[in-house]
Each structure stands twice: as structure tokens, then as C-alpha cells.
């Protein structure tokens, strides 16, 4: 069962967002992932056997920002942006009167992003696409690493 202090749960307002250090403001959506992906294994009859351990994988991530924010970006790392070292996501959630939870996105290198804009009010927005190795969420990972694996 889940626990809530006061009714509040964590919201968009609770996140920060930095890159190697540098907070990031100009943003409105970051999305990341990681699975195991196992495989049945079956034999003789119609019932499973039992399933693989699995590989690890992780899906392109992305990160929806303003113009201005996403030049900024581009600005830092500089010509050939994409194929500079690779770098940290930290997404912290923090609310008052909650624990703080911190998700580090391991091994990150842009991917590319998009362009153009539409009629309206609204700022432009750009997705920014990564590629990124490994997701800790409060210091742990989804699978332990093969090192520290006796």
C-alpha cells in the first residue's frame, strides 16, 4: 500500500533538471526508459519452462523545451553537438514535506532535434532526442551491473 503525507502527491512543479551541473529552466516535458527484456522458454508440452535472465535496453529519451533553452544547449556543446562527451541527466523530485527521489540518466549523447513552428500565441518548442546507457533511481538500478555481480 502506498503512503501519502497530507494527500500531496509529486507534481510537475516538484522536478529540476540538470545537465553536467547546469540546471535547466526552459523546459515543459522529459521522458526516459529502461526494461528487461526476457524471453520464454519452452519445451515439450504447452506449459513454459521457464524464461531467459533477460537484456538490459533502454529507449531514446527525450526532452521538450523552449527555443531559447534548446539553443542554449546547442551552444554549449559547440559544433558536431551530438557527437560531444557524453553527460548526466539529473531529474530530482522534491516536494515539501516528501523524501526527495533523484533518477540519473547514465551515458548521455544527443540525438538530434526538431524544427519549424505553427500559428499562435504559444513559444516554440523543440523535442530533443538522446541516447543515454543506464537509468539510477535512488542510487539503485533496474539491473545490478555485471561487476558487482558475484
Not at 533538471?17 to 515543459?28: D, M, W, Y
Not at 546507457?133 to 538500478?141: A, L, N, Q, T
Amino acid at each position: 500500500m502506498a503512503i501519502t503525507v497530507n494527500d500531496i502527491e509529486y507534481s510537475w512543479g516538484d522536478i529540476t533538471l540538470r545537465q553536467g551541473g547546469t540546471e535547466i529552466t526552459g523546459f515543459k516535458a522529459v521522458s526516459y526508459a529502461d526494461a528487461v527484456e526476457r524471453e520464454a522458454v519452452y519445451g515439450a508440452g504447452r506449459h513454459k519452462l521457464g524464461m531467459t535472465r533477460g537484456k538490459y535496453t533502454t529507449e531514446q529519451g527525450s526532452l521538450t523545451c523552449y527555443l531559447k533553452q534548446e539553443r542554449e544547449i546547442i551552444a554549449a556543446r559547440g559544433d558536431g553537438w551530438a557527437d560531444g562527451d557524453p553527460f548526466e541527466l539529473e531529474v530530482r523530485y522534491a516536494a515539501p514535506g516528501q523524501d526527495t527521489h533523484v533518477d540519473i540518466v547514465e551515458g548521455c549523447r544527443w540525438a538530434g532535434t526538431g524544427g519549424g513552428g505553427e500559428e499562435g500565441s504559444s513559444p516554440l518548442e523543440r523535442e530533443m532526442k538522446f541516447d543515454f546507457m543506464r537509468i539510477k533511481r535512488d542510487g539503485v538500478y533496474l539491473v545490478a551491473d555485471r561487476k558487482s555481480v558475484v
